[in-house]
C-alpha cells in the first residue's frame, strides 16, 4: 500500500517514513503545502498523513483540496497543537482522524491500519485456491502452513492477492508496493517474485504466482 506524508519537519518526516517502510508501505514525502493537494489527487494512494502546519498551504486548505477530488481516501491528521477547537476544525474540513505529536509510530500504525479496513471495502483475510491471507494479523498460510515474508514480500504479495486473476504490469506494481522515486531500471520486482514463488508455490502442485509474458504478473489458481 502507498502512503502520502505532508509535514514540514523533516525529522519527524524521516521517522514517519522509515517505521511504515518498515512494515511494507510504500512512503512518498511532501515538505510544503503547495503542491500537496496536486499530488495526493494525482497519485493512487492508500491513505495521507497530513501535517497541519505547513509553509505554503495550510494543512486545513491542502485537507478541503484533497476532500473535492477524493471524498473517501482516508486522512490522518498531525499537529504540534491539542486544543479542541482545532481537533473539531480538523475533522470538520474533512480529516478522519487526529493525532497530537508527540506521538508512538505505533499508534499512528494502527490507527492507519483502522482507516484503510474501514475507509474501503477491503477484506480483512483474502483467499486464493489454498493460500489465505489474514491483514489484520499480517499472517500468510498456505494450505494450512505459515509462511514467513519480509515486509516488502508481503506488501507485494498482498497486492496481488487483491487483484487476483489480473495481470499486473511491472510499473504499476512499482508504483503501488515501492514509490516514485524508486529506480524503475533496478530489477527489484523480479527478485522479490521470484522470492515470493519459492515461499507460496515451491512444494505445490499448483502454482499461483504467474508471468504474463510482455506485460507483468499475475496471480490466479488458474492457467493465465
Known amino acids: 500500500m502507498r502512503i502520502l506524508v505532508i509535514e514540514d519537519d523533516a525529522k519527524v518526516a524521516s521517522f514517519i517514513q522509515t517505521g511504515l517502510e518498515q512494515e511494507g508501505y510504500a512512503v512518498d514525502v511532501l515538505h510544503h503545502g503547495n503542491t500537496a493537494g496536486e499530488q495526493a489527487r494525482a497519485v493512487d494512494y492508500d491513505a495521507i498523513v497530513l501535517d497541519l502546519m505547513l509553509p505554503g498551504r495550510s494543512g486545513f486548505q491542502v485537507m478541503r483540496d484533497i476532500r473535492s477530488r477524493k471524498a473517501t481516501l482516508p486522512v490522518i491528521m498531525l499537529t504540534a497543537k491539542n486544543s479542541l477547537d482545532e481537533r473539531v476544525a480538523g475533522l470538520d474540513a474533512g480529516?478522519?482522524?487526529?493525532?497530537s505529536k508527540p506521538f508512538a509510530l505505533a499508534e499512528l500504525s494502527a490507527r492507519l491500519r483502522a482507516l484503510l479496513r474501514r475507509g474501503a471495502p477491503r477484506e480483512s483475510v483474502l483467499r486464493v485456491a489454498d493460500l489465505e491471507m489474514d491483514t489484520i494479523r499480517r499472517a500468510v498460510r498456505r494450505a494450512g502452513s505459515a509462511i514467513d515474508l519480509k515486509p516488502k514480500e508481503y506488501a507485494l504479495l498482498e497486492f496481488l492477492m487483491r487483484h487476483t486473476d489480473r495481470p499486473l504490469?511491472?510499473?504499476?506494481?512499482?508504483?503501488?508496493?515501492?514509490?516514485?522515486?524508486?529506480?524503475?531500471?533496478?530489477?527489484?520486482?523480479?527478485?522479490?517474485?521470484?522470492?515470493?514463488?519459492?515461499?507460496?508455490?515451491?512444494?505445490?502442485?499448483?502454482?499461483?504466482?504467474?508471468?504474463?509474458?510482455?506485460?507483468?504478473?499475475?496471480?490466479?489458481?488458474?492457467?493465465?
Open 169 to 224: 504490469t511491472r510499473s504499476l506494481i512499482i508504483e503501488h508496493v515501492w514509490n516514485i522515486h524508486f529506480d524503475s531500471i533496478s530489477n527489484v520486482v523480479e527478485v522479490h517474485i521470484n522470492s515470493l514463488r519459492n515461499k507460496v508455490d515451491r512444494g505445490f502442485p499448483v502454482q499461483l504466482i504467474h508471468t504474463v509474458r510482455g506485460v507483468g504478473y499475475m496471480l490466479t489458481d488458474a492457467a493465465p
Open 95 to 99: 480529516a478522519d482522524d487526529y493525532m
